[in-house]
């Protein structure tokens, strides 16, 4: 009862124990007594998945009977009670699947040492930390040890050879690091040994392929190099072998199917293996799994048709090659098979042979990124198991077989960049289990769009982009009801988006552009409450562009290219819409105004050809500050009325137009802000406070504001800067991002040189101003660059000054939505809600130096598993750095065979270096922005001696 004190029970499960004498104790639920023994003596305590919460309160140790304890998956928080190690006959301790946390109480570990009772400890998934105490392996009975799931740090303990039992050890997912102890291979009868998801290091210990009666070893996801032991591939006992994601080297044995006969599961994925896939493999006919993606093995795929066991099988990401399709003829005979991946490999310039349609119980095809050429042969249809299907990136043309209407069980199919033509066949769009996906991307197919695409109701993602399709869409497109993702760009669509739509509830990406699509753009698009990005540009849409749901958001939305649209507020690059109902009311006020407005002018003209005669020469962009205030009037005029032709860009608040003001011929840049977006008009005043107090040649020059109401009486702010005529450092540096080709790239120098001035430009705000500013938004996109070059860091609309207290600034960047910079550039610590500082200015430098040099961006597709721009780079510097390096670069080095060496590590690579320190992941790593501007100032000068020298 005091045990169950320190419970929450929420389903009752515990109900039968009661104080009442009664009752029985041994009758309550979970509760074993043995009966030989008089009086009798509780033995279990089994509460398995009960939902139970609280500690386990050390009382249980009173129980002083008990052998088996067995709490898993349940609710337990907090740690184990030290009083567990006076249970002197305990033989099974299981708390797996809980929320305990703490160290192995150091009692327990004595209680191991000095027991000869207790055989199964298991503790996984729960939220352990600390190292694992070395009393674990000093008891002579234990069988199986369970830590599996855990926070455990540190070396694994030795292990002493009193362990003569223990057949199982599990300590998967932990964050242990060091090596594997050597001393593990004298655990004579250990049978199952798994330690993946961990930060081991090191080499496979030899030892490991000495323990005489091993079935499964599992290192996956560590850091394990060197090769594989021979000892290990001669390990004959082994049922299962999972090495993947290591670093591991080395060439298969070549009788690998003498040495592992028992083999049933080889998984090699993801390391550094090389040489050709010995054909002995053949010999091992228990295997079920074989995996050898992502790898560097080469040549011929042996047969391997006698493994009759064989279901799933992966060679992706290799270089290897079928040239007669011998391999594939003979996987023919693997009547089991069901997973079969060669994406990537050099199976190129051959035809799909039609043999691959008689793996009859084949249920995932992949053979993508292979150069195949040919039709897709119809034999494929008699795969009647098929669930996915991927042929995408290779050469294949002719038409989609009709005869893949007989995949009833197809759920994706990915066809995309072939040369396929011809039309889609109905019957493929009356497969009701496609669901996952349709992807017939970038072929020539043409004619219409079936209407039988209404059948595929359960279909998540929709990709018919860039081919030849015309014809309207079908209204029946909005019977796909579970569709997330629609993408129909490139085409030669026409007609109006289809009313059915408004059916389309869970999507969140639609993309139409491209196509010859007319009519006005549907109220009902704005209903679509998921919708997160919306691409209707060049298109012959016309009419007013909605302004509410995913239309309320500039970034999200994308119109340009119609040239018949027009908008209610000028933030996406569009004209103002005329307003016909109010002109009438308009004429007589026009009556009333004409003639006083006439005797304005001539007043006025008179003022300026005085005010004119005394200014010698024409007022200049840097005069402009001195001039009156602009008006609403002025900036529409001076965009075109908010003409696409003027529209330059847009940003999270507001959108940028080029602009020329009647009364001076250079161009400006205005920043019209949206004052619909939370944050806007917050953004607006920080803005304003920041650029009235700076001055830097290498800040972008403001030249005025401009604060009043619109036509239909809504609030108007705008911002005017100087324009900046080469655009962003975003568009340099990722051309074809924004739709450039021929953009020139950018050279070695003016990389540096530009790295010097926005360091510059960061030293000013941080260490030259009377009050410190933090930038707080620092990316390529916020660089600007004038004619020459020079770079000038711009939007301040997330600034912040460090001596204003956070709680009274107007400016504070923490009050906009709680944005402190954009993703991938953000320093961490104001991901943990750090305050700001100077150092997470220096972090987003650091990103944006090492994507200057890499031409990366932090948000790359390629990063994944924990993987960002800093630890890509890091894995390469400093003996690889040219492998990681922008190829621009790269070239440029290269034309220069005197310096090349000597500018690689006087320059890049201290630049490298600079970006790595600047980008750590602690603010106290960083180094100050003074120190930084100093060292790429001594880097730029090193560079410029060096190409004088050169061209001496």
């Known amino acids: 009862m005091c045990f169950k004190s320190q419970l929450s ?5 515990l109900a039968s124990w009661s104080s009442n004498t009664s009752v029985n104790i041994c009758s309550w639920h979970g509760v074993t007594c043995n009966s030989t023994r008089q009086p009798s003596r509780v033995t279990e305590l089994d509460l398995e998945s009960l939902q139970l919460t609280g500690i386990i309160s050390p009382c249980i140790a009173n129980l002083t009977f008990l052998e088996r304890v067995h709490l898993p998956n349940n609710g337990l928080n907090g740690q184990i009670p030290p009083e567990l190690g006076d249970l002197q006959m305990l033989r099974y301790l299981n708390l797996s699947s809980n929320s305990l946390d703490g160290d192995i109480p150091s009692s327990l ?21 600390g190292e694992i105490p070395p009393a674990v392996f000093n008891s002579s009975s234990l069988v199986r040890i369970d830590l599996q799931q855990n926070n455990f740090t540190g070396a694994i303990p030795q292990v002493p050879k009193i362990m003569l039992k223990l057949q199982y050890l599990n300590f998967m997912s932990n964050s242990l690091s060091g090596s594997i102890p050597t001393s593990l291979g004298n655990i004579s009868s250990l049978l199952y040994l798994y330690l993946e998801g961990n930060n081991l290091i090191g080499a496979i210990p030899e030892s490991l392929g000495h323990i005489p009666g091993l079935r499964a070893l599992t290192l996956t996801t560590n850091r394990l190099s060197g090769e594989v032991p021979l000892s290990l591939y001669n390990t004959s006992t082994l049922i299962y072998l999972d090495v993947r994601h290591n670093l591991l080297v080395g060439r298969l044995p070549d009788n690998i199917g003498n040495l592992l006969p028992n083999i049933q599961t080889l998984i090699l994925e993801d390391n550094k293996f090389e040489g050709k896939i010995p054909a002995s493999l053949a010999d091992c006919t228990s295997l079920e799994v074989l995996d050898l993606a992502n790898n560097s093995f080469s040549g011929a795929i042996p047969p391997l048709g006698s493994l009759q066991n064989l279901v799933y099988m992966d060679f992706s990401l290799n270089h290897l090659e079928d040239p007669d399709w011998s391999f594939l003829s003979s996987v023919s005979n693997c009547t089991q098979l069901r997973n079969l991946h060669l994406m990537s490999n050099n199976i190129s310039e051959n035809f799909i042979p039609s043999i691959i349609g008689t793996i009859g119980n084949l249920s995932v095809l992949s053979l993508s990124g292979n150069r195949l050429s040919g039709p897709i042969p119809d034999s494929l249809g008699n795969l009647e198991q098929l669930t996915e299907l991927y042929l995408r990136d290779n050469e294949l043309n002719g038409s989609i077989p009709k005869s893949l209407g007989n995949c009833k069980n197809l759920q994706l199919l990915n066809f995309s960049h072939n040369s396929l033509d011809g039309s889609i066949p109905a019957e493929l769009l009356k497969i009701p289990s496609l669901s996952e996906g349709l992807d017939l991307s970038h ?17 998540g993602v929709l990709n018919i982009s860039n081919n030849r399709l015309s014809g309207q869409i079908p209204s029946t497109v909005g019977q796909c009801i579970v569709l997330e993702s629609l993408r129909m760009e490139g085409n030669l669509l026409e007609g109006s988006i289809p009313q059915s739509f408004m059916n389309l509830k869970g999507i969140r990406e639609m993309d139409l552009s491209r196509n010859n699509l007319s009519g006005e753009i549907p109220e009902i698009l704005a209903s679509l409450n998921d919708l997160q990005y919306l691409n209707l540009s060049f298109n012959d849409f016309s009419g007013v562009v909605p302004s509410t749901g995913v239309f309320a958001n500039a970034t999200e939305v994308s119109v340009q290219g119609n040239k018949r649209l027009c908008s209610g507020a000028p933030m996406i690059g569009l004209p103002l819409c005329s307003d016909n109902s109010k002109r009438t009311s308009k004429s007589l006020l026009l009556k009333i105004l004409i003639p006083i407005c006439a005797l304005s002018a001539i007043l006025l003209s008179c003022f300026f050809v005085v005010h004119l005669k005394r200014r010698r020469s024409k007022p200049s962009v840097q005069d402009f500050r001195e001039q009156e205030k602009v008006s609403y009037e002025d900036i529409a005029k001076a965009t075109n009325w908010f003409s696409t032709t003027n529209f330059v860009g847009s940003g999270s608040f507001g959108t940028v137009f080029k602009g020329t003001m009647a009364f001076d011929t250079n161009p400006i840049a205005i920043k019209v802000f949206n004052l619909n977006f939370h944050g806007a008009l917050r953004s607006f005043y920080a803005e304003c406070e920041a650029m009235r107090s700076i001055r830097h040649r290498n800040l972008v020059k403001i030249i005025t504001s401009c604060s009043t109401i619109d036509p239909s009486g809504a609030e108007f702010k705008a911002l005017i800067f100087q324009y900046m005529p080469n655009g962003s450092l975003d568009m340099w540096l990722h051309p074809k991002v924004h739709g450039y080709n021929n953009i020139k ?40 660059l004038d004619n020459d070059m020079t770079a000038h860091v711009s939007d301040f609309g997330l600034a912040r000054f460090l001596c204003i207290d956070p709680s009274s600034a107007t400016n504070s960047s923490t009050g906009l939505s709680g944005l402190k910079g954009s993703i991938g550039y953000i320093a961490p610590e104001y991901g943990m809600g750090g305050e700001i500082s100077t150092e997470g200015d220096i972090y987003s430098f650091g990103v944006l130096l090492l994507e200057m040099f890499t031409g990366k961006q932090p948000i790359h597709e390629g990063f994944k598993n924990g993987m960002n721009l800093h630890s890509f780079v890091k894995s390469s510097f400093p003996d690889r750095i040219g492998e990681i390096l922008d190829p621009n670069i790269m070239h440029e080095i290269a034309e220069n065979n005197n310096q090349g060496d000597l500018i690689m590590q006087s320059c890049i690579v201290p630049l490298i270096k600079l970006g790595l ?12 922005m003074g120190y930084v501007t100093d060292e790429i100032h001594a880097i730029r000068t090193s560079f410029s001696n060096n190409l004088s020298r050169d061209e001496k």
């Open 917 to 928: 320190l600047c980008s750590m992941e602690l603010p106290k790593d960083r180094p100050e």
């Open 109 to 129: 570990g004595k209680s191991l040492a000095r027991s000869s009772s207790l055989k199964v400890l298991k503790l996984g998934k729960n939220n352990f930390d």
């Open 9 to 13: 029970d929420p389903t009752g499960a």
């Open 745 to 784: 790239v950018l050279t070695l120098a003016q990389r540096i040189n530009i790295a010097q001035d926005v360091s510059f430009a960061l030293d000013y705000l941080h260490n030259q101003c009377v009050c410190p500013l933090v930038h707080c938004d620092l990316k390529p996109q916020n660089v600007l």
């Open 443 to 459: 072929n020539k197919l043409s004619g219409v769009i079936p209407q039988e695409i209404g059948s595929l109701i359960n279909l």
